[in-house]
Every structure is written in C-alpha cells, then in structure tokens.
C-alpha cells in the first residue's frame, strides 16, 4: 500500500510498522482517522519496519507546526501515549546491558558431576541467580518482537569484593546503558559508589538500598510507598466497621502512626513478662469480648512469626456468622508466610496486604509458564518472573528515549507478575511507585488493587 500526501494543522509522534499490522490496526491504536495517516506520509509503503509519522491534531487556534523530516523528530510531552508503554517506542539502536551475578563458579569443580550437582542444589545464591538470569533470557525473547538488538554481558560478582572491585576495574562500564545488579545489597551499594557515571544506570532488582545516587534506579517500591498503599486503600472502604491495630513492642511506632490516622481504632500489645521481655504472645482473654458483631477490621504489625501464628490463631476463634473480621497488615514480611501459618486463617480472615508483586503460581495454563517449562522443564520462580518482568520493562523504557524523562517514567506497565511507574525524588533518584493489594480468598491470593 502506498499512502499520498496533504499537510495540516498537527503534532506527531513516530511509529514502526509491525509484522501483520496494516493501516487500519494503526490507526486504531492511536484512535485516529486513516486519511490523517496517509494525508502526513507521502507515497511511503505501509509494511513491517517501516516508520510512520502519526498525527495528532489539535485546535485551529493552534498555530501551524513545521514538519521535520523523520530522523530529526523528537518526541514532546503532548504525544505521550499514558496507556501503553509500548506505543512511546521511538529508539531502534542497539542496547547494551551489563548484569552482575554471584555465580561463584570458582566454587564448582566441573570435573565432579557428583560435586557440581550438590553445589547447585544447595546453592540459594546461586539458584536464585540462574533463576533471574533465565528470566532475562526469556526477556531478550520476549522483547525480540520490536527488532531492536541488545547485547547483554554478564558478570560474575563471585559473592565477593575483591572480585568485584577487580570487574570494576579491568571492564569500562560507561559503554553500557544499564547495569542491572548485583542482587546483594552490600555488593549492589559497593559496585554504586564506585561507578560514579550519571549516564549509566545501575539497576537494584531484587533488594532495596538506603543510597540515592542519580545513577541508581530503585525498583523495589519502598515500606513507605507501601504503607501508605495499604492506608489508602483502608480509607477507601467505606463499609462501616470497627477497627483494632494489634502490635508486638517493636512495632509500637508503626501501630501509633496508623491510631494518627484512625484515631478511633482500639490499639492492643503484646503481653510483657515480669521481667520487662516482650513475649510477642497474647491471650483468648485479651481479645474476649472485643469484637463487635458485624464487621472488624485488624491492623497486625510485627515481624515475629510466631506472633503472627498466635494472633491469627485467637482472631479466627472469633469468626462465625454474625462477626467478620478482616486481617491486614502495612508490611508483610517473612512473618506472615511458613509452616506455622495456616493458610485457612488466612482466609477465613480475608488477609489484605500490600505487595511489590502479584502471584500466577498455580495458573499452569499461563502462557509464559507454559513457555518456561517447554524451554526449561520447570516452573518459574518468583526470580525467573522477576528477571523477564524487570529486563523486559527496562528495555522498552530505554528504546522510548532516555530513562530521565519524567513523563515516561510515568507511564505504568504491567508484565507477569510486577508492574513498574518511576517517580522521582528530590535528590533525583528514580523510585518504583507501583505495588498491588493483595487478598486471600476462598485459600487463594487474588489481586484486588
């Protein structure tokens, strides 16, 4: 198909034609008129590879805009697609991805297959690092479809500072456009201080930092972002009920912050003994009577395990036809997950909580799980998902322009199981402002924000 040529009064933005997309597909994408396609690219063939200038028209009153030719375009505030991160895609040069990873193959003998497979097994490090690594490779494959090259390099951290001061200083990483790692934070904040180049992001994926250097890219959003998540999402429900902030002694400033914004809730703690130790228990007795019929809402702060056990164990004692009562917490950490957490309290007591991520476990007819068994014969773990999920977004938010444009960085994506939007601080540091809330449901988790 060939397109003539008219101009008008407009604004652009520059798109690539994709395989199996023709001239109604695109203009349906950008919500425009087909005539005002082919009106602002004269006598070009609509096929695969080809860029397109796609209108956006504005007032009359708007004075006429002069068209530049392609290749000097620039992409302006007023084209920013909000919806599809994708659809902003404007830089087709090759990218290049350094990624540090504590392998630590020094320690392997790969002369013992016997040696070789134990180390692996029970390796955490280690597998948690070839999870994330096969999650970027699922990434490349994924990102593959926008016929943009990317060379990735990847280093071996070795667990230790030595090595990575000596990676440091044998490789120049100011060639590359992104360094994603290392996981650990120690190792994550050594390798930020030492590659002091504002023009090459380095990459947190897996643990959060206290530094806030302008080369650094937090992607973990932050126990703030997710408290006032949870609290948001609190003072949204406009239900009528009771509500009850339980805390262990150590949490005590947390359950103050949430009685500022409840003043009406009643504050419980756990039990201190006669010698002034906090047992992070509580009694039947302590709780009896206290909840009303109909519904009760249980803010549950602590990072004891054995607290959560106990508390959640009192709570579903409570539970029956004429008494709800909804379980949540501002922080979920590994207290809330283990062998003595019964899942069924959970449900029972629709447990709310903030979370960086979402869960597909279970969801076997997924399709990227069904392409991670075929091309790994297994199931993906929350790393490997967090590999693709993170690679795959940086990747399109380089090949939109640079990663300091604010707006961009305003457009939310949403991948498996993360999704990403970047604020900026007022030290210049981009920080992850998106998180889910989460609910367990009918002994499920399901995402309800």
Partial sequence: MFVNYTQSQTDFIIHKVRKNQDIEIIAMIYEVDVNSILKFNPNTEIKKGVKLKIPRIFNESKEELNIPEIQNITKSEANLNYESLIENITDYKKKKIAVMLPFRTKNINFDSIKDSREIIKNDKLLNISLDFLFGIEMALDSFSKFEIDVEVKIFDTGADKNIVHELINNNDFSNYDLIIGPLTNDAFNYVSRSINNSNVKIVSPLSKTDLDNENIIHTIPSDDLLFEKMISYAKKDTIP????????????????????????????????????????????????????????????????????????????????????????????????????????????????????????????????????????????????????????????RLSCGELDNNNLNLVESEYIENKFKYVKDKNGVYKNSSAYIMKFEDLKLVEIE
Avoid: C
């Fill in 241 to 396: 009920s009771e509500k009850f902030i339980i805390a262990d002694s150590y949490n005590k400033i947390i359950s103050d912050k949430i009685k500022k914004i409840f003043p009406d809730a009643h504050q419980f703690f756990s039990r201190i003994n006669d010698s002034g130790i906090d047992t992070r228990t509580m009694v039947y007795d302590s709780l009896d009577s206290t909840f009303v019929k109909g519904r009760n809402m249980v803010f549950l702060e602590t990072k004891d395990q054995g607290f959560v056990s106990n508390i959640t164990s009192i709570l579903n004692s409570f539970v029956n036809d004429s008494t709800e009562i909804i379980l949540k917490t501002t922080n979920k950490n590994r207290a809330f997950e283990g062998v003595n957490i019964s899942n069924y309290y959970m449900s029972n007591l629709n447990f709310h909580y903030p979370s960086i991520n979402r869960s597909i476990v279970g969801n076997d007819q997924d399709e990227f799980i069904k392409k991670y068994n075929s091309r790994y014969n297994s199931f993906p773990t929350k790393y490997a998902i967090r590999g693709h999920d993170l690679v795959l977004d940086l990747l399109i």
